[in-house]
């Protein structure tokens, strides 16, 4: 015997992302709190077997203790506290605070600061910054850039110091993974 369409019984009952309507079946948008149909932008997802994951990096931030390395004109570096960061993505926005005592002032000092994630520079211009400040309105400037260095996947700091004393410099960089 064979059937035909009117002898076959089914049933069908809706759900979490399903709707049925006048015996039509279809399926309903996703919202936060409603399983459903959804598109997705394949360079911010990925979805396998139903499963679906963010393929960037998300946001994440901390706090790390960093480590000094005094290259030119550094009498004493300490850190002054940990320092924070932010990263979005391959973006990572940093921090921080140091006590510094040159050698000597009105010469350029530089020293390096290591990164709370690892990176591999290439070239200089892949981390900026800057420490800038006043020693308590007494009109004693100090200022400074920070570059990426490739030779030590650090950041770079150059500065010139008008005093020679012992000064607490805040500074921040932001940087790209690589």
């Known amino acids: 015997m064979r059937e035909t369409p009117a002898s076959v019984v089914g049933s069908a009952n809706a759900g979490e992302g399903i709707d049925i309507v006048g015996g039509i079946i279809s399926g309903e ?3 936060e709190t409603n399983k459903g149909i959804a598109t997705f932008d394949g360079t911010d997802f990925t979805v396998t ?3 679906v994951k963010l393929s960037t990096t998300p946001v994440t931030s901390g706090t790390y203790t960093p480590t000094y390395t005094g290259v030119t004109n550094v009498d004493t570096i300490v850190a002054d506290g940990d320092a924070y960061f932010m990263r979005i993505g391959s973006i990572v926005h940093v921090a921080g605070r140091m006590t510094l005592n040159s050698t000597s002032s009105g010469t350029t000092t530089e020293l390096n600061i290591s990164l709370p994630i690892a990176s ?6 892949e981390l900026s910054g800057t420490t800038t400040g006043d020693l308590g309105g007494s009109g004693a400037d100090f200022q400074g850039f920070f570059e990426g260095d490739s030779a030590s996947d650090d950041a770079k700091c150059v500065m010139t110091d008008s005093s020679g004393a012992t000064n607490a410099w805040p500074w921040s960089f932001t940087y790209r993974i690589i």
């Open 120 to 125: 591999n520079f290439t070239t200089d211009n």
């Open 49 to 51: 077997s139903a499963d």
């Open 29 to 31: 948008d996703a919202t």
